[in-house]
């Protein structure tokens, strides 16, 4: 409902996820609960999610469904999430706005007047108008610092091939870019960024994505950072 609201006066969110409530009765029936078990998670529009399109913007990918979800979208299930709708980002996703033919533009929910940055800009609206607790957004050139800034939240692009983007836009780029691009999460505060990564840097994903380093989350690297 919240998502709703926000959606309405910002025109972040571009389509819902279905099967949330299957995948909740599933859940239930878990003998392990999940890092982020039961927490509803906002998805990039080109991020793979089974049964829907990932359009990049782009009028050209609008009749492709795709069949499977992506690796962290099935990482974020297994470990008790439940992705619940995907937001809206900039044509070709290379901009720091947050506009294309298809959705329109998304507005800063702080202030109508501005932009929420891009390219994960539907991701920063979202959260920012509380429509969404945690959300997972890409990055090459700041594309998740981007509308973390604009929007007042936190961000995080983690190291280049840390966690998979494997299968998403970023794999069927005819160029290869200089900079690696990175999925990575997104929230109001720093310790629910750190809870997402201690989430999908896990088994499942290294199991899933043998290219993914199988190194888990350094809790003490994190403590140890935290200003005294």
């Known amino acids: 409902g919240e998502a709703l609201e926000v959606t309405r006066e910002v025109n ?33 529009d080109h ?12 009028v050209k990918f609008l009749g492709q469904v795709k069949e499977e979800d992506s690796v962290i979208v099935q990482v974020l299930k297994s470990q008790g999430a439940i992705p619940f709708v995907k937001t809206n980002i900039p044509q070709t996703m290379i901009n720091y706005d947050c506009s294309n033919l298809i959705f329109g533009q998304t507005l800063n929910p702080l202030n109508h007047q501005k932009s929420p940055g891009g390219s994960s800009g539907g991701e920063g609206a979202l959260i920012a108008g509380g429509g969404s607790i945690l959300g997972i957004g890409s990055d090459v050139a700041g594309s ?13 692009k983690p190291t280049g091939n840390r966690i998979s983007t494997s299968p998403s836009a970023y794999n069927n780029r005819t160029f290869v870019l200089a900079v690696t691009g990175m999925m990575g999460p997104m929230a109001r ?4 960024l750190a809870l ?6 896990c088994e499942e994903m290294f199991r899933l994505d043998p290219t993914v380093p199988p190194i ?13």
């Open 12 to 44: 972040c969110v571009i389509d819902f996820i279905h099967g949330c409530e299957d995948q909740l009765q599933k859940l239930k029936k878990q003998k392990e609960k999940g890092l982020l078990y039961g927490i509803p998670v906002s998805i990039k």
């Open 47 to 58: 991020i793979n999610c089974k049964g829907h399109v990932s359009s990049g913007g782009m």
């Open 144 to 156: 998740i610092r981007l509308p973390s800034s604009f929007c007042g939240l936190c961000g995080l």
């Open 189 to 192: 505060d720093v310790d629910s």
């Open 196 to 201: 997402c990564m201690k989430a999908l840097l």
């Open 216 to 228: 888990p989350f350094d809790e003490e690297v994190r403590l140890r950072g935290n200003p005294m």
